[in-house]
């Protein structure tokens, strides 16, 4: 059954067990609802929730667990000798699965029946033309144990779905009865139904933790089985980086110092365009503009945070670029033979900077309309002008939240990835020229987990290590953002 499907019928059976709750609430009270310990509502979300949130519990675990059953049961029936050489058991699960939901394309469009899906063995040039035929690409190399193993994945993938829909439908109808068997005029239902809620709101409220504790410990332990392989001394300081996919990272240089030259070079840039127009921006929509200014201008600067970074970087590869080789290249306005390419540290910085306008306009601006009336009103009655007062009154009161903006936006920089990948190229280098093509760690990132890696290889494996120094290095301009806010800010009554 299609997973919607079942979800749909679970779903319809806690809207009738709400019904039914309510109503049989409504008969053990004779039809007096002030004979109810609780509201009638509360009845019907008992049975409601009862029915429904276990049942989508189960679920939830079944569909993160029975793919790692399966894996492993399948891998167990590969031989060693079937593994490629210079290959890995991972890369040869992929192909498994491809076949397995190639198979499932072939059934579902008519191409072959299950009983000649169940029969396939070791005819790979059979099965690639059937599959062919309906258009999916099987690959070139599909051997007869991949086809073998194909065939396993899909068997036990078929038997745990089924049994996935038979535990769930009982589930719920277990729930129902349940819900709807202990539904009477005295059942406390009012207290079930908030403890269940608020179980609900601190489950809501945790996935976030556990979101970032697992983001954390996938990094760390990527991150230590890729120091394994790779001495961590030549990726910290090493000035070269050239990864090399033929072997298992012999020819590979991985140092990093090239990847963070460029992400703060590009960094810097930006926030050089973006800080002095976003304060100055913030500062005008809040001492000088008329609310009738404001209400238009404020809203038109926020329409850039909504812009898709690709927009951006699209904006960068086809305008700023070439406009910037118009003016500072050989062929240019000034013919000044600086900028070879359209690619560049700072067409992607310029870009970059363009998108944190509004983020530091934003803070600035909430910022500086937190500072006291009164003190403004105290500046003026002294004989200070306007401009005198945003000077030496309302700046440096604002002063550590600007900072903490300032913060906030470059740990944005530094984690932008489309506007380094289509503005900035992908050359690792260290240099001071901003006209020449630089990369960034994001870039690299998503670089070496691109294609048909071998993830046991340290050219696959030195993404999470870039991961883990970029998230260390955002953390910690966010962790400093916050103690410059919370140490330096000014308490007013």
Not at 29 to 47: C, E, I, K, Q
Not at 54 to 73: D, E, G, K, R, Y
Not at 413 to 439: D, H
């Amino acid at each position: 059954m299609p997973l919607h499907w079942l979800v749909l019928i679970v779903l319809t059976l806690g809207a009738v067990g709400y019904i039914v709750g309510r109503r049989r609430a409504m008969k053990s009270a004779g039809g007096d609802a002030r004979f109810l310990h609780s509201l009638p509502a509360y009845y019907g979300t008992n049975v409601l929730l009862v029915t429904v949130v276990p049942a989508i519990l189960l679920l939830i675990v079944w569909l993160l667990v029975q793919p790692l059953v399966i894996n492993n049961q399948v891998t167990g029936t590969i031989p060693d000798e079937s593994i490629p050489e210079g290959g890995s058991l991972g890369l040869v699960m992929s192909d498994v699965r491809r076949v397995a939901e190639g198979l499932d394309t072939a059934i579902d469009a008519g191409a072959m029946s299950r009983e000649e899906a169940a029969s396939i063995r070791t005819e790979v040039t059979d099965v690639r033309q059937r599959l062919a035929e309906v258009g999916v690409a099987l690959g070139s190399n599909v051997r007869p144990e991949v086809l073998r193993a194909a065939q396993q994945y899909r068997s036990l993938d078929a038997t745990g779905d089924l049994a996935m829909t038979v535990a769930l439908l009982v589930l719920a109808l277990a729930g129902f009865g349940y819900g709807v068997l202990r539904t009477t005029k005295d059942f406390r239902a009012r207290n079930v139904v908030e403890k269940g809620i608020l179980a609900l709101l601190i489950g809501a409220a945790s996935i976030a933790i556990l979101t970032t504790i697992g983001i954390v410990l996938s990094l760390i332990f990527n991150t230590v089985e890729f120091f394994g392989l790779y001495p961590a001394w030549d990726f910290f300081l090493g000035t070269t980086w050239a990864p090399s996919f033929s072997g298992r990272g012999g020819a590979s240089e991985l140092g990093v110092l090239p990847l963070l030259w460029g992400t703060l070079y590009i960094s810097i840039i930006a926030l050089l365009v973006a800080v002095p127009i976003g304060l100055f921006a913030a500062v005008y929509l809040s001492e000088y503009a008329s609310p009738a200014v404001r209400s238009v201008a404020k809203p038109l600067i926020e329409i850039l945070a909504g812009i898709p970074t690709i927009v951006y970087g699209l904006f960068a590869l086809l305008t700023v670029g070439p406009l910037l080789v118009d003016v500072f290249g050989a062929g240019g306005i000034f013919g000044l033979g600086w900028m070879k390419g359209g690619t560049a540290v700072m067409t992607a910085g310029l870009v970059m900077g363009i998108m944190l306008i509004p983020f530091v306009s934003s803070l600035s601006d909430d910022i500086i309309n937190a500072v006291p009336q009164a003190m403004r009103d105290g500046s003026l009655g002294l004989g200070a002008t306007q401009s005198e007062t945003v000077r030496q009154v309302i700046l440096p009161a604002a002063l550590p939240g600007i900072v903490g903006a300032v913060l906030l936006a470059a740990s944005r920089a530094i984690g932008e990835t489309m506007i380094v990948v289509l503005g900035a190229g992908a050359a690792a280098r260290l240099s001071l020229n901003p006209f020449e093509a630089m990369t960034t760690v994001t870039a690299k990132i998503v670089s070496q987990l691109t294609g048909d890696a071998d993830f046991a290889s340290p050219e696959a494996l030195v993404a999470f290590a870039l991961g883990m120094t970029l998230f260390v290095i955002t953390l910690g301009l966010n962790v400093l953002a916050l103690y410059i806010v919370r140490k330096y800010r000014e308490q007013y009554e």
